[in-house]
């Protein structure tokens, strides 16, 4: 496998982050740098680890999670959608959304940026245990995975903080109904 076609893996690895760092950019604006590099390090981290676990545990972890990867997908996109779905409810009321006009980009909230990370992540199981099907090595392609999905998902939420600025409490509901689609999309794929 050539740098080029690991880099196209990297790419389309990264666009479910992207798509899911967009939401968050709309729901939260004037996301703080720092708060970028976390998440960027979230996202990116995890869709490095996971060709690594994948590669590493191939013929155990992926043979067992196989049948099901996109329903634990499915259920982390649908289960934080839903949260800034229903924060979007109450954008008016006292929630900690409303009254920070952010989410959990800012203030950071490491549960849901855990389970977003994994959620957007696990395909990149089956890239691992795909290397090590092909005998190819795992470590370059898991760096420049881990590259790419940190530059896009830093990118996305820029991208998607320019999209919602000044609409903070109408783009919540929008950015929650993409991650509920996002989880549909893995549902009907897997």
């Not at 545990?57 to 839903?82: C, K, N, P, R, T």
């Not at 790419?148 to 998607?160: E, Q």
């Amino acid at each position: 496998m050539n740098l080029v076609e690991i880099f196209f893996i990297a790419v389309a690895l990264s666009m479910d982050a992207f798509a899911v760092s967009i939401a968050c950019g709309i729901a939260a604006p004037r996301i703080p740098a720092r708060n970028c590099v976390i998440v960027g390090l979230f996202f990116g981290g995890f869709q490095a680890l996971m060709p690594i676990a994948g590669w590493n545990l191939s013929e155990i972890a992926y043979s067992q999670i196989e049948a099901f990867d996109h329903w634990v997908a499915f259920f982390m996109l649908a289960a934080v959608g839903a949260k800034m779905i229903w924060d979007s409810r109450n954008s008016g009321k006292t929630c900690e959304c409303s009254q920070t006009k952010t989410c959990f980009v800012q203030p950071l909230n490491y549960k849901m940026l855990f389970l977003l990370a994994v959620a957007t992540s696990i395909d990149a199981l089956a890239v691992g245990v795909s290397l090590y099907c092909m005998k190819q090595p795992v470590m370059l392609p898991a760096l420049i995975i881990g590259i790419v999905a940190f530059i896009f998902t830093i990118l996305g939420l820029k991208f998607g903080e320019k999209i919602g600025e000044g609409r903070e409490g109408s783009f919540e509901l929008i950015g929650g109904m993409v991650l509920l689609a996002i989880g549909v999309k893995i549902l009907v794929a897997g």
